[in-house]
């Protein structure tokens, strides 16, 4: 079975500061990624995905993620951060043509203003 | 545009007791998925299906049923609950997985098992 892995689990950081997330999965074959976000008591929205083609993905709210297929990697990046960035970040990936996600265990970020 | 609700949105049940939560999406998405949130685990698949009358297992199956009557409901079903099974339970539909679709969630229902 795939896995997901997320560094970093507890992030804490200023307004302004730049933000990476790291994410990288242990599946061979081509696979669909995703970035999704919870804000507090909220349920989980999505912030990005890549399926094919361009490997830098923009997404909402000014992030944008890099598939890097030789690293297995697919890292969320936002240059300036606001307080409002405050939220779990999960990374997701499928296999194509698989029905399944499989989670990272997250990221909880928290922006200091 | 009412998308995907659950039901309840809280609930404190008590060891033993059956507890159905309630899935519903209003956009006739073939597949449907349960999940458990727990903190340092992510979340963790529990029971999909890809049509009506169509589940199967994902990675956390145990102590949970599902069913799939209807195209727009999806239940689960906690036959008898047990404290490990607090936690905060989130549904989700798709289109399509051959598609480029994404999964949307619900918003989630918190359970607390005394």
């Known amino acids: 079975a795939q896995s997901v892995s997320q560094h970093n689990h507890h992030v804490i950081l200023s307004e302004a500061a730049s933000l990476e997330l790291g994410c990288n999965y242990s599946?061979?074959?081509?696979?669909?990624l995703f970035w999704y976000v919870q804000y507090p008591g909220q349920h989980l929205q999505l912030l990005l995905k890549y399926f094919s083609g361009d490997p830098l993905v923009k997404g909402i709210k000014g992030f944008e993620a890099e598939f890097i297929k030789s690293k297995f990697s697919f890292n969320l990046r936002k240059p300036s951060v606001q307080w409002s960035d405050t939220a779990e970040y999960f990374c997701a990936v499928r296999p194509y043509g698989n029905n399944r996600l499989a989670f990272g265990k997250g990221n909880q970020v928290v922006v200091i203003p | 545009d009412a998308g995907i609700t659950q039901s309840p949105r809280y609930k404190i049940t008590e060891t033993g007791r059956q507890v159905t939560l309630m899935c519903h999406q209003t956009w006739s998405h073939s597949y449907m998925f349960w999940y458990r949130q727990d903190l340092g685990h992510g979340l963790r698949l529990i029971y999909y299906?890809?049509?009506?009358?169509?589940?199967d297992k994902g990675e956390v199956p145990d102590g949970y049923v599902v069913s799939r009557s209807k195209t727009e409901n999806f239940p689960l079903t906690l036959e008898s609950a047990t404290r490990s099974q607090t936690s905060v339970y989130f549904c989700?539909?798709?289109?399509?997985?051959?598609?480029?679709?994404?999964?949307?969630f619900g918003p989630g229902t918190r359970l607390t098992v005394l």
């Open positions: 299906s890809a049509a009506a009358d169509i589940t």
């Open positions: 599946y061979g074959g081509t696979v669909n």
């Open positions: 989700a539909s798709s289109e399509s997985v051959l598609a480029n679709n994404e999964q949307f």
